[in-house]
């Protein structure tokens, strides 16, 4: 089992920066891919950004240039970067792993809430 518990949600004004954390309960070099999903009011839920054992990045056309997916192998932790924030950037963020022995997890989710 991975347990992921995130942090570094919040509200902030359009603009706005924000980072979020993802730490593993396992070491992460055993996870082929860590990413964050979100999920809108009445929205289904959403890749924003992913990243692999081998550190490639894909992300969200609608965060490109914006927001920055990172991990810290020695602190099992993976961060996302969240710059020039907008209101339609609000949703709860969910941080995903795929384990290569165990499937995937998911955190109980963040809430990002970005005002006017």
């Known amino acids: 089992q991975v347990q992921l518990v995130e942090s570094g949600g919040g509200l902030v004004q359009a603009g706005g920066s924000l980072r979020l954390s993802c730490a593993a309960s396992?070491?992460?070099?055993?996870?082929?891919?860590m990413g964050w999903y979100h999920q809108a009011p009445g929205k289904q839920r959403e890749l924003v950004a992913l990243?692999?054992?081998?550190?490639?990045?894909h992300y969200a056309d609608s965060v490109k240039g914006r927001f920055t997916i990172s991990r810290d192998n020695a602190k099992n932790t993976v961060y996302l970067q969240m710059n020039s924030l907008k209101l339609e950037d609000t949703a709860v963020y969910s941080c995903?792993?795929?384990?290569?022995?165990?499937?995937?997890?998911w955190g109980q989710g963040t809430q990002v809430t970005v005002s006017s």
């Open positions: 995903y792993a795929a384990h290569n022995s165990y499937g995937a997890f």
């Open positions: 396992t070491s992460i070099l055993n996870i082929n891919a």
């Open positions: 990243i692999t054992s081998g550190g490639s990045t």
